[in-house]
């Protein structure tokens, strides 16, 4: 498979390949006479294609991908200015957040097919948006990341603010804020890195950490910096709430992308910057993070269970998730991290779906509210058995994709301190009271409410939009070790550079 | 990887339920009910064969991998089928209780309107269950574990249009978790201390806890390697082996019932009445004292852990044998005994004695499944009253089922002679009482005690049950109207027999109707296994050859043959159950005027209520749980990290509104993002450049 993709530039037509769909739309939409229905179906179907083209892309460069290599592959680089240049590249890690994006976002797209508003518009956001979050996870170049990283912000903050529900305009300015002001800090560490250490590539950044290093106090700054951006991603306590807003007020496919894929950029970040390269100052705050993640899972927890809003419940449920990413990561050991890169690719395909089961009443019933509804069951079978499914997952139910990353998190946390693996051990308590409470509001009972009467299952695109969650799903709980296998690599690289010892 | 019956065994009930659970619209109910039970059936011909090969032959002990299921550094879980002793006794209990329950269910459910449904998760339960016993490492044991919980919450939610029984479902799943909280922590210490969570070496090299036979090589265990470690956090300490027994038990308290994590089987009572038999008696609630069993050797090693282990399953088997006393509902007359009869098997093991609560989770699967299905005869009988105060008479109408019924009841008082012999429950309980006598680990002799004592109760209340049912004249619900139990036909089914249904009959014996034969042959082949199981089989759990039947598999304890305990120790057990049978006879037969009078006093109002357990966890837990979720929402969150944070730094929303309306009507946020994206390129070219001037 290698040879046919040899001397083609695989990551940045991965990368790039949206952003010339959103390109095409610009230009039809010049020439078009006027937006339509059959313009706008054009439109959707166009950007399917060109979502399902970037996952078959993506699909090539996995399968040029040697996932036993510890080290960057499918490199590129094109000289830019002054030092920077244009670097691609992907490791074990980065590689397997790509394929969660391209999977995700062709499910997003066929989520989008009830959008009516500014079709077109919506599109092309949604295609740069795609770009953009390819672009993070391939990025060798700090300064290239940090565009990327950033460029993802506006998209989203449109999407949000254009297409929410009512109180959008509130939300999209809580989350454009939060992450802009946690971002410039970070701008600040990079271009301080950047001149320490005379280069702006992220492998020889990595390089000059590990041999010369910063020194311990400069460390701790660049930790606090990067951590600012990271946590408000994430994100961790107590800065997360702006993720509930967010998502309350985001169309579907808009929480979905937030959800599964802009949270794990937090999770990513730690560990490509402030784990390889800061290990000391990484050191030093492990135990702040370790006691941010457990309040994280427990404050969170409770809170998601006397929500009345089925997004604000999962958002906070989120939240406590990515608890465990957060302390799996800096427990800084092989189970902690390969627990902390596993809840983050299960998550991505859990909570998105969970945001999808909202979605498909949403559409129908215009209404978040969990009061509103009961007794779907009765109509709705097919739908509850499905919602059972990603609720089981959200529980973190063995033989899910839920489960793996909370026990390794755990593992490899009890490693360090058994008593933050006990305190993060509650949220397994806590999550089977919220999403099943939930569950029984929503799903069980008899219909009470009479606009439910005429509720209908679920459509045959909605269907195909979770057919893949399905099988991610069952496949990544049933069978881990094959994902572990390959992010195993990049594991075994951070673990030694963060501890500092070869494995 | 190659084809075994055994992996048969194990899968073929998933592939049924899943066809049966899936495809239900398409194929109807009839294959789905006849494809789960014939599975299950074939699971069932499958490990009879194996069971027979430990009891009379030389029983090989094997494991079969599958494949990986987590692999991450030592940290490693292969999904695989262990067969050896502890699995061979569960893999014939699960099998055979299981068919017979799916076959009862056949005339059960016969007018549900979700038969499929219900019988896929009946199958996947046994699939679980299954995964649970075969397990060969913790991983794949909690895989199981967790599997029969879903199942349970499932089936305990069957009737999904009960509040009630969705409520009872997630208190279910929501107790186990708060076992699973202590049990997951406890695999975690193991894997701290041990770096291995496999329980029996597969290959040569391999470390694991117990030690096995690999290709003719014996490769040792890793478990006496916990001895001596501690874990140390700051200044507090625990030793490795109490830390992990103690840790790992707290599951099983949640899964098994045990006292203060009891309060959810009871409730469970909501499901349908084969669940009740398969699950909530005979299956998912022994797999505790499976797990401790199977870690008999850690539990050896752990005085403290043991002697936890005899209390809290001694106070279990006395306080469920005091609640079951005052109930009123026939199925939670028999779900406190069950919990009362787990905390004999409890105790049993923390005394040390392994092989007797082996031997009594056996019988009580066939003689607990026969008193549930029994009940669930009743019930259906009268049209799914469940309540005895509104029973009576029913011996006449149903005397097939009384007779099993009172076999099931004999066999839980454990009646019979010592030297002589008896039904099953003898064999096994006594076992457990002269353990508990004869051990001086702690709590022994107060389990000794408690083990008595509950023996007293559980004769007066099984005899209090078969009285009420079956004795004296009907007495009918005076609220004519049925409380539906929420399945859809079950009205069609009570029009069917509506007319005699309430017209009493002149002789005093209930309205009531024998079931079909689909529902007794269950029962006449679990009588059998009630009144023979025991003489049949104690020569092996517990006798003779004992030691060749265990293979090593649980520790043993030695030189405590039957005969060195005192007179008055072998005959205790017999003389309490004469006893309590006696006061039964005075007070539901002869005085029944006396227990309606202490109905009224405050020890009944105490032990109706249960201890008031679930009105304390109730305001402790769910109320505390709420509370503190509304203090950080409403005030943390709301208030003083919005508060203090965006909202005030927000305050100009309005001004940030009204550009936005702007950005809508017009093409303007294109150039607004494109210019972004510019800015920032800019912004970084210009620091680059100032940056490479300056070097």
Redesign the interface.
């Known amino acids: 498979m290698s040879e046919l993709v040899a001397g083609l530039p695989i990551l940045s037509i991965v990368t790039f390949l949206p952003a010339a769909g959103a390109l095409l739309i610009l230009l039809s939409r010049m020439s078009a006479r006027g937006e339509n229905v059959g313009y706008d179906n054009g439109v959707k179907l166009l950007t399917l294609l060109v979502t399902i083209a970037t996952f078959v892309a993506s699909l090539f460069a996995f399968a040029a991908f040697d996932p036993s290599n510890p080290a960057y592959q499918l490199q590129e680089s094109i000289p830019w200015?002054?030092?920077?240049s244009y670097a691609m590249g992907v490791d074990t890690l980065a590689m397997s957040l790509v394929m969660l994006t391209t999977f995700l976002t062709p499910l997003c797209i066929l989520a989008s097919w009830v959008i009516e508003k500014q079709v077109s518009?919506y599109m092309?956001l949604f295609l740069?948006l795609e770009t953009l979050m390819i672009g993070v996870f391939c990025a060798q170049d700090i300064?290239l990341f940090?565009?990327f990283f950033?460029?993802g912000l506006?998209?989203m903050f449109?999407l949000i603010?254009?297409w929410g529900g009512e109180r959008r305009?509130?939300a999209?300015?809580?989350f454009f804020?939060?992450t802009l002001l946690g971002s410039l800090l970070m701008l600040v560490a990079i271009?301080f890195m950047?001149?320490t250490a005379?280069t702006?590539n992220i492998p020889a950044l990595t390089e000059y950490a590990q041999t010369t290093g910063f020194e311990q106090n400069v460390q701790i700054w660049l930790w606090l910096a990067f951590f600012a951006s990271f946590a408000v991603k994430m994100p961790m306590w107590?800065?997360h709430?702006?993720l509930p807003d967010a998502h309350v007020e985001a169309p579907t496919a808009a929480s979905v992308v937030l959800a599964a894929i802009l949270l794990k950029m937090g999770g990513y970040g730690f560990l490509r910057f402030s784990l390889p390269m800061f290990p000391d100052a990484s050191e030093y705050f492990r135990y702040f993070v370790f006691a941010l993640s457990v309040i994280a899972i427990v404050?969170a927890s409770?809170?998601?269970?006397?929500?009345l809003d089925m997004k604000k419940l999962i958002a906070y449920s989120s939240v406590a998730h990515m608890g465990f990413v957060t302390m799996g990561i800096f427990s800084g050991n092989?189970?902690g991290i390969?627990?902390a890169i596993f809840q983050m690719l299960s998550h991505g395909i859990i909570s998105g779906a969970l945001f999808l089961c909202v979605g498909v009443v949403y559409d129908r019933m215009h209404t978040r509210e969990i009061a509103f509804y009961g007794?779907l069951?009765?109509r709705m079978p097919v739908y509850a058995a499905i919602f059972m499914l990603f609720t089981?997952g959200n529980v973190g139910?063995?033989?899910t994709s839920g489960f793996?990353g909370e026990?390794?998190t755990?593992?490899g946390t009890?490693?360090v301190?058994?008593?933050v693996?006990?305190g993060a051990?509650?949220g397994?308590?806590?999550s089977?009271?919220y999403a099943?409470?939930l569950y029984?509001k929503v799903?069980?009972?008899?219909i009470e409410n009479p606009k439910l009467d005429k509720i209908t299952d679920l459509d045959a695109r909605e269907w195909v939009t979770f057919i893949p969650l399905i099988v991610a799903t069952l496949i990544m709980g049933?069978?881990?070790?094959?994902v572990?296998?390959f992010t195993?690599a990049s594991t075994a690289t951070i673990v030694q550079q963060f501890t500092g010892v070869a494995p | 990887m190659q084809f075994s019956p055994e992996i048969l065994i194990v899968l073929g009930p998933l592939f049924a339920a899943a066809i049966a659970g899936l495809l239900q619209r398409y194929i109807g109910d009839r294959v789905a009910m006849a494809l789960t039970t014939g599975s299950i059936g074939i699971s069932l011909l499958l490990s009879w064969p194996i069971f027979a090969s430990f009891v009379w032959g030389e029983g090989h002990e094997r494991v079969i991998e599958l494949f990986r299921f987590i692999d991450v550094v030592g940290f490693t879980s292969t999904w695989s089928i262990r067969i050896d002793t502890m699995s061979a006794i569960m893999l014939v209990v699960v099998n055979t209780v299981s068919f017979l329950v799916h076959l009862y269910s056949w005339g059960y459910m016969a007018e549900d309107p979700h038969k499929a449904r219900f019988f896929s998760y009946l199958s996947f339960f046994t699939f679980a269950m299954l995964a649970l016993v075969t397990a060969n490492d913790f991983l794949q044991l909690f895989f199981g574990w967790e599997g029969v919980g879903v199942a349970s919450y499932l089936l305990i939610g069957f009737w999904y249009q009960k509040r009630t029984a969705n409520d009872a479902a997630i208190k279910a799943f929501i107790t186990n978790r708060v076992g699973d909280f202590g049990f997951a922590l406890g695999v975690m210490a193991i894997f701290y201390f041990l770096g291995t969570i496999q329980f029996f070496p597969t290959e040569v090299g391999q470390s694991a806890l117990f030690a096995g036979a690999v290709d003719g090589v014996n490769v040792p265990g890793l478990l006496h390697e916990l001895e001596g470690k501690r874990l140390i956090i700051g200044t507090t300490y625990f030793d490795a082996i109490e830390l992990c027994a103690i840790l790992l038990f707290i599951g099983a308290m949640g899964k098994s019932a045990q006292f203060f994590l009891h309060v959810w089987l009871p409730d469970a009572m909501e499901g349908p009445t084969p669940v009740s038999a398969l699950i909530h008696a005979a299956t998912m609630v022994t797999a505790g004292v499976f797990m401790v069993c199977r870690l008999g050797e850690l539990y050896h090693m752990a005085p403290l852990a043991s002697g936890f282990v005899t209390i809290i399953g001694a106070t279990t088997a006395l306080f469920a044998a005091t609640v079951g006393l005052a109930q009123n509902d026939i199925k939670r007359v028999v779900a406190y005994s069950t919990c009362s009869q787990l905390g004999y098997m409890f105790f049993a093991a923390g005394v040390g004695a392994y092989n007797a609560a082996m031997f009594h989770l056996f019988t009580h699967a066939f003689f607990k499944a026969l008193l549930f299905l029994g009940a669930g005869s009743v019930i259906h009988g009268l049209h799914h009253e469940q309540d005895m105060r509104y029973m009576g008479g029913v011996r006449k109408p149903m005397m097939i089922t009384w007779a099993m019924m009172t076999i099931g009841t004999l066999a839980l008082i454990g009646f019979g002679i010592p030297g002589l012999g008896g039904f099953a429950g003898f064999y096994s309980k006594d076992a457990i009482i002269e353990a508990a006598y004869g051990s001086h680990g702690i709590g022994a002799q107060f389990a000794f005690w408690c083990g008595v004592s509950a023996a007293l109760l559980t004769s007066f209340y099984s005899w209090r049950l078969a009285f009420m049912t079956f004795e004296g004249k009907y007495r009918g619900n005076p609220n004519a109207h049925h409380d539906d139990h929420g399945h859809g036909d079950a009205h069609a089914h009570d029009d069917h027999h509506g007319h005699d249904a309430h017209a009493k009959p002149a002789d005093g014996s209930a309205p009531a109707h024998e079931s079909p034969w689909v529902m007794l042959i269950p029962l006449f082949v679990l009588a059998a296994g009630a009144i023979a199981a025991g003489a049949v089989f104690a020569p092996y759990f517990l006798g003779e050859h004992a030691e060749d039947f265990w293979h090593h598999v649980v520790p043993l304890a030695h030189g405590e043959g039957h005969h060195d305990f005192p007179a008055w120790v072998i005959w205790a057990p017999l003389t309490v159950t004469v006893t309590g049978f006696i006061f039964a006879v005075i007070f539901y037969l002869w005085q029944t005027g006396v227990p309606k009078a202490m109905a009224k006093g405050p020890v009944w109002a105490f032990l109706y209520n249960k201890w008031y357990f679930d009105e304390l966890y109730d305001f402790i837990f769910v109320k505390g749980a709420r509370a503190l979720g509304d203090l950080f929402w409403k005030v943390g969150d709301k208030r003083l990290i919005d508060g203090l944070g965006p909202d005030g730094v927000a305050a100009s929303s309005n001004f940030f509104s009204r550009h936005l309306r702007r950005l809508q009507t017009g093409f303007v946020y294109h150039y607004s993002f494109i210019m972004l994206i510019a800015a920032v390129a800019f912004g970084a070219y210009a620091i680059l450049a100032g940056i490479g001037g300056g070097r």
């Open positions: 200015a002054f030092g920077a518009s092309v740069i300064i940090y565009i950033e460029g506006i998209p449109i603010g254009v305009v509130y999209a300015f809580k804020l939060y271009i950047i001149a005379g702006s107590p800065v709430t702006w404050w409770l809170v998601a269970f006397r929500q092989e189970q390969q627990g007794g069951v009765n089981m139910l063995p033989g793996p026990i390794l755990m593992v009890f490693k301190n058994a008593w693996a006990a051990a509650l397994v308590i806590f089977a009271a099943l409470t029984r799903a069980f009972g008899v049933l069978a881990p070790a094959y572990l296998d195993q």
